[in-house]
């Protein structure tokens, strides 16, 4: 059963690869299924040779209904966020790079850049460290969310989350790129100014707020 379900995850998990967001093995991609249990994909098994039968299906609960693989070791945090974000449909764990980096310098990225804003919606927190494996990583992933589609987690990675899995997969693809261009302007031993709460308001598509900037 959801044939078509299962192989997104794992083409999502081959462009992750692609876009250098994680390597070998690392990370996981989930998905909430129209019955209400969760795809997800499975713990250290390459996803070039990963089929759909691979693909372990789990109650909200954790409890497996389909699959002989043992779900990826991020389980209790991936399904405490879904709890959580009845609107998320999709999460995507990464350990992409500068993202993380940024991570280890900065409780914040703030809104500065298009791409950022179009596919995040603005600001990333940072979530303070927590060993992997543990719940702990999807308490701290809601606790700081502000309305951005990723966290990063400091020491760690990127989760990523949104209502279907391609937003996911954008807001942690562009949250990367944002991060390395950030890192490179904070390179020169320049302040990087974030945008005007009003300006990033306009790029998120009210057409007031543009109009209401430009008059003040
Ligand atoms: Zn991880």
Redesign the pocket.
């Known amino acids: 059963m959801y044939e078509r379900e299962k192989r997104a995850l794992i083409d999502c998990a081959l462009e992750m690869k692609a876009c250098r967001l994680i390597t070998l093995c ?3 991609v989930c998905a909430r299924l129209e019955s209400g249990n969760i795809a997800v994909t499975p713990s250290g098994l390459d996803y070039e040779t990963m089929n759909t039968d691979d693909i372990v299906v789990v109650t909200p609960e954790g409890q497996v209904v389909e699959g002989t693989r043992r779900p990826t070791s ?1 389980l209790d945090a991936i399904l405490y966020i879904f709890e959580q974000f009845p609107w998320v449909n999709a999460t995507i ?3 992409q790079p500068y993202a993380t980096a940024l991570g280890l310098v900065a409780d914040e990225f703030p809104a500065c850049l298009v791409s950022q804003i179009d596919a995040l919606r603005g600001s990333v927190p940072v979530a303070p460290f927590t060993p ?2 543990d719940k702990g ?1 999807g308490v701290l992933t809601v606790e700081h969310y502000n309305g951005s589609l990723a966290v990063i ?1 400091r020491g ?2 990127v989760m990523a989350f949104a209502p279907d899995l391609q937003q996911a997969l954008y807001a942690a693809v562009y949250l990367e790129e944002a991060a390395q261009t950030y890192l490179a302007a904070l390179a020169t031993g320049r302040k990087v100014e974030p945008l005007d709460p009003e300006l990033v308001k306009a790029e998120l598509g009210d057409p007031d707020s543009w109009a209401n900037y430009l008059q003040k």
């Open positions: 690392g990370g996981n991020d764990h990464t350990h992997s494996s990583m987690l760690h990675g």
